[in-house]
């Protein structure tokens, strides 16, 4: 079983739509849980982080995190063309003197149809 | 968040060869690691750099293959040893500001 799961699609959604975005870890001890999202040819750009369960919103994004269930997810309203990327599911944990040791998913392609 | 920039942005070198990848940020950062990620794949951990202390690795990284340095709360470097075609990859280091962590451009290396 993989440390941190995700659907590696694509995804495709039409423009306007919302785009969900699933991931699974297994380690119950994670603290820390972020999405990044990646350009090709580019390095990953943080857009989420979330730490406790629930929702937390940033402008067109929903983080949700379930740790009963160890999943986390991503909600993207209004998608975009310019969504259209990878996104890339992290899972901290501990290393010593942080929970900077992130453990990455797959990664999700996402396509965001006009 | 932490402005970072990494030397070189790409490289093409021989089998054998080694090569030392610089990573710079525009402020002090106590954690900062080191990221392969082979083509069409996620990103691995490789290390972490703390500075004043040695590197610690993940497994299936060792030192004698990827040397880190850590002079300064500013500055590491990473260093591919004895590169063989299976080093081919984009290497990135990344800061942790808060619990938050942060990438590079990264570095893509070919070897052939």
């Known amino acids: 079983q993989k440390e941190v799961e995700q659907n590696s699609g694509p995804l495709s959604v039409p423009e306007g739509a919302i785009a969900s975005l699933n991931c699974t870890y297994s380690?119950?001890?994670?603290?820390?849980f972020f999405w990044y999202r990646q350009y090709s040819g580019k390095s990953p750009e943080l857009i989420m982080s979330?730490?406790?369960?629930g929702d937390k919103e940033d402008g067109r994004f929903t983080a949700q995190l379930n740790k009963a269930s160890q999943y986390v997810s991503l909600l993207i309203r209004d998608s975009q063309p310019s969504d259209s990327a990878t996104y890339l599911c992290?899972?901290?944990?501990?290393?010593?003197?942080?929970?900077?040791?992130?453990?990455f998913g797959q990664g999700t392609i996402l396509t965001v149809h006009p | 968040s932490a402005v970072i920039s990494q030397k070189p942005s790409r490289d093409i070198c021989q089998r054998g060869t080694s090569l030392t990848i610089q990573c710079q940020v525009d402020?002090?950062?106590?954690?900062m690691f080191w990221y392969r990620q082979q083509p069409g794949q996620s990103l691995t951990l490789i290390a972490t750099?703390?500075?004043?202390?040695?590197?610690?690795?993940e497994s299936g990284f060792v030192i004698d293959k990827f040397p880190i340095s850590r002079p300064n709360l500013t500055f590491s470097t990473l260093t591919v040893s004895n590169m063989s075609p299976e080093d081919s990859s984009i290497y990135l280091c990344?800061?942790?500001?808060?619990?938050?962590?942060?990438f590079g451009p990264g570095t893509r290396l070919t070897v052939t």
């Open positions: 990344s800061v942790e500001d808060g619990y938050e962590q942060y």
């Open positions: 380690d119950r001890v994670s603290q820390s």
């Open positions: 979330i730490y406790s369960n």
């Open positions: 992290a899972v901290g944990r501990w290393g010593g003197t942080s929970y900077g040791k992130l453990t």
């Open positions: 402020s002090q950062v106590t954690m």
């Open positions: 750099a703390n500075q004043g202390s040695e590197a610690t690795y």
